[in-house]
């Protein structure tokens, strides 16, 4: 069954230091999205992105945000400057539909020291 | 008000009992509904996508009242294996997750 693979599985890296999350999409997926859920707390909307823009974004995801379809198989999240409160799980997911149902990775767990 | 509400729970059941788990969203054009679960440190998965008509899968039952703007879920014969969180998720332009609603069923 195609799947959403996210690497790496746990990331440790210092405050104030840009990060590089990776996520290859199912393969004839339109929509990409990340979500980040931090710890005890609800799954929150960051980004979608559709025909290699931004489609809607939530107040999370600010200038220290960002995102990349490099290839056509990499979705990548950026963050550029890593801050304690961003530590979380961060799942990409994606879909073939606007709004249809989202297939998850099995996330990046971020720690911010 | 609250994109996506659901009931905070936890819910503690015995096996074989049923459950019921409801949601309301905000958003009227609002355009597709489903219910994940999601394990502890695990991703989300899909559990079912809920139509206007209703619609079942085995013991699970999904209901939509778009004029209410609500969303349920019924677990009919709960399973030890049905312990997880229940998440109410609405699609519009992108989806949006409930906080969740943690079910525990015991022995």
């Known amino acids: 069954e195609p799947e959403v693979t996210q690497t790496p599985s746990h990331q440790v890296t210092q405050m104030g230091q840009e990060v590089i999350l990776r996520c290859v999409p199912i393969?004839?997926?339109?929509?990409f999205y990340w979500y980040r859920q931090i710890l005890g707390q609800k799954v929150e909307f960051l980004v979608s992105f559709y025909n290699n823009e931004i489609s809607e974004k939530s107040e999370i995801f600010d200038d220290q945000f960002s995102v990349e379809r490099p290839d056509g198989s990499n979705f990548t999240l950026k963050i550029r400057s890593t801050k304690l409160e961003d530590s979380a799980m961060y799942f990409c997911?994606?879909?073939?539909?606007?709004?249809?149902?989202?297939?998850f990775g099995q996330g990046t767990r971020l720690t911010v020291v | 008000r609250k994109e996506v509400e659901q009931d905070p729970g936890p819910f503690n059941v015995p096996e074989g009992a049923t459950v019921a788990f409801n949601c309301t969203y905000s958003?009227?054009?609002?355009?597709?509904f489903f219910w994940y679960r999601q394990d502890c440190r695990k991703e989300p998965k899909l559990l079912m996508s809920?139509?206007?008509s209703g619609n079942e899968d085995g013991r699970f039952t999904a209901q939509l009242n778009r004029a209410s703007q609500y969303i349920s879920l019924l677990i009919r014969d709960s399973k030890l294996s049905d312990s997880a969180t229940y998440l109410c998720v609405v699609g519009h332009n992108d989806m949006r997750f409930g906080a969740g609603t943690r079910l525990t069923v015991k022995p």
């Open positions: 809920v139509y206007s």
């Open positions: 393969s004839n997926h339109l929509y």
């Open positions: 997911a994606s879909s073939d539909g606007d709004g249809s149902k989202a297939f």
């Open positions: 958003n009227s054009a609002s355009q597709s």
